[in-house]
DNA sequence: TAAGCTGTTGCAAACGTTTGCCGAATGGAG
DNA sequence: CTCCATTCGGCAAACGTTTGCAACAGCTTA
């Protein structure tokens, strides 16, 4: 059915060859017959079929995106650039979705590891040690996690923990809760550690809650035991988690910010449109997700394994207000800053 | 490099095709042959090549998945189900994002063609001469749009925007505004036509203000306009703009529900966590994404030309609320059915 | 004028599978 | 004991490409 190579061929007059040649490698070939078989190929609608190319370069020109949650708005808007980016350098894009579990993750990269040229793994649930062995089988960019040895680019989540966990501090705060995100996330543990260490710092106490999966209902399960703890400021593992403590708080008549601060981290479309606007740490999604994809198609020149670190920075908005210890002057200022951002 | 059905024949010793068998047709080989050759292709860590296996099925075991943009938070769900559903029947699922240009999208479809035994175009902006055209070189699903002679499944979206329509009446607002989609957009023309013909039959007003970009920013930007209308009560195109419109509105002072009722249609994820919650038009985008995988991949056995439309329903959220002409007593039971729901 | 280069093309093998065909082995029926 | 049917497995062609090698023509160089 299809328009082979070997169609053009011969309504060109030419052995398959130089039909060949004509795309893959044109400065082999006459100008004039490149031209001659150029025609007749737009003529009768021809396409390299991909797969038979793949079969004998190797490369197939596809890469495989797989993230935790499709649905999660953090990933739309990195698997967005990601596809736009590859696109623009001539690779498709398989997208899967492992619905938080290290199985179905596992299984996903190995069913994709033949028909790709390499994995870009986001937020994997996977350990350190599957990790290594898939990566055997296929190049791999992991997004979101460290791994040493393994490329990889991640946002700096430490250092938006800590600028967020100081600005709660400068704020007055002395009691802080980190409503922590799933089990097995690299980002869990960075932010843990760094939200902690500065609030030790500080001398404040820093009460975790969590494992939780990161969704907005966990968030809203979470209002009571906030509340039970004593805690006036809260950072939420992500944006997702502090939108749904927010209402369940406010539903709950707490006052937020009055009563209690929320900060998320991700900076999804969606944190500026609930009320109170919600203050967060912004990560670079789109810019992971296109470095991401260099990162990978370069493996295949050399064997570099860098690791690179995207800056997060802290948007504050209107969840987070003064705390009970609020020094009265730097307060204020601290929180017209806030309401200019705004 | 990696390991072939050769490698698993000769270390089990029997010749390629058995071991092809084993894999694609178990029932022709012995059990004892096929366990000795399923054991040492575990061990040697085989996987078939499907681009190989497609080179001669002429199945290729991908669908691809074209949306107008993937952060668009309609369609996250309807890629998420469609990927999970096509894994589960043995596909994968290349992704494309078009950027709501035709121009693009119809690159993208003749780039996939050759890869994939069938593409969903979800809300395509071509033209319908182009989808027939393409439709010529590929097997097509076209999801919220509907061509005649193409297998199609839609929302009823016009039964979503009668519903929402009534509801305003019921509640007594006699002077709509509908806040139009983009161009081209089927969806667009189905909702206009049906709020238009709802009103038209009450007796009521109904002005259009469109087209606009379906995201939030228009619909914040049309505040202005919407008031000069005298309008009491708005259905917007989506909830994106819905919600843009509701939070301008409330910037410049005007309570909504109490002056201005605001309807969204899609039921995006966000619409129950702005505040007030916003009523609107559930779209199954889930089911669409499902069942526009299990048509496609039925196309190829009859050629059955389906056209699905999947149900609507109205959610009575807080962005609603009496207008002008409400009657006393029904209200009040409207409204305290609304605030029930939430 | 012979030798050697350069540019262009054809030839055929190879990539990893599937599958129609054929032959060998087995076993039951007559 | 022969015949036939059935089951199983091997052989080889095919899918649509790419690519190393060789052939040839037309030059240049000595």
Redesign the pocket.
């Known amino acids: 059915?299809?328009?082979?190579?070997?169609?053009?061929?011969r309504a060109s007059?030419?052995?398959?060859?130089?039909?060949?040649?004509t795309?893959?490698?044109p400065?082999?070939?006459?100008?004039?017959?490149?031209s001659r078989v150029l025609a007749t190929a737009e003529q009768l609608g021809?396409?390299?079929?991909r797969?038979?190319?793949a079969?004998?370069?190797?490369r197939t020109h596809n890469i495989g995106l797989i993230v935790a949650d499709i649905a999660n708005p953090f990933f739309p808007p990195l698997i967005k650039a990601a596809e736009t980016h590859a696109r623009r350098r001539d690779y498709h894009v398989f997208v899967a979705d492992t619905d938080e579990d290290p199985i179905v993750e596992l299984d996903l990269v190995q069913a994709l590891a033949?028909q790709v040229d390499g994995i870009l793994l986001c937020s994997p649930r996977m350990s350190d040690d599957q990790i290594e062995q898939v990566r055997r089988e296929v190049p791999l960019v992991v997004v979101n996690r460290m791994i040493t040895g393994l490329p990889a680019v991640v946002m700096d989540v430490g250092h938006g923990a800590r600028e967020a966990v100081r600005h709660l501090l400068d704020l007055g705060h002395r009691h802080l809760v980190y409503l922590a995100g799933p089990r097995g996330s690299w980002t869990n543990r960075e932010i843990r550690r760094a939200a902690g260490a500065t609030a030790r710092a500080a001398g404040a106490d820093l009460t975790v809650l969590g494992p939780n999966q990161p969704v907005e209902e966990t968030g809203a399960a979470a209002a009571e035991a906030v509340l039970r703890t004593g805690a006036t400021a809260v950072l939420a593992y992500n944006d997702l988690m502090a939108i749904g403590l927010l209402q369940a708080l406010q539903d709950r008549g707490v006052d937020v910010p009055g009563q209690v601060s929320v900060v998320g981290i991700d900076d999804i479309a969606y944190s500026g449109l609930v009320r109170p606007r919600l203050t967060t740490v912004a990560n670079p999604t789109a810019a992971a997700g296109r470095t991401a994809v260099d990162m990978l198609l370069q493996q295949g020149d050399d064997g570099a394994t860098g690791q690179v670190t995207l800056r997060t920075d802290l948007i504050i908005r209107n969840s987070t207000g003064p705390g009970p210890y609020a020094p009265a002057v730097a307060i204020t200022a601290e929180v017209a800053a806030a309401h200019v951002k705004e």
């Not at 059915?1 to 061929?9: E, F, P």
């Not at 007059?13 to 040649?21: L, P, Q």
């Not at 021809?46 to 079929?49: A, G, L, S």
């Not at 079969?55 to 190797?58: A, E």
Request: overall charge positive.
């Open positions: 059915m299809a328009v082979t190579i070997r169609d053009v061929a007059g030419v052995h398959i060859s130089t039909v060949s040649r795309f893959s490698a400065h082999l070939v006459n100008p004039e017959t490149r021809y396409r390299p079929n797969a038979a190319r079969l004998i370069t190797g033949k």
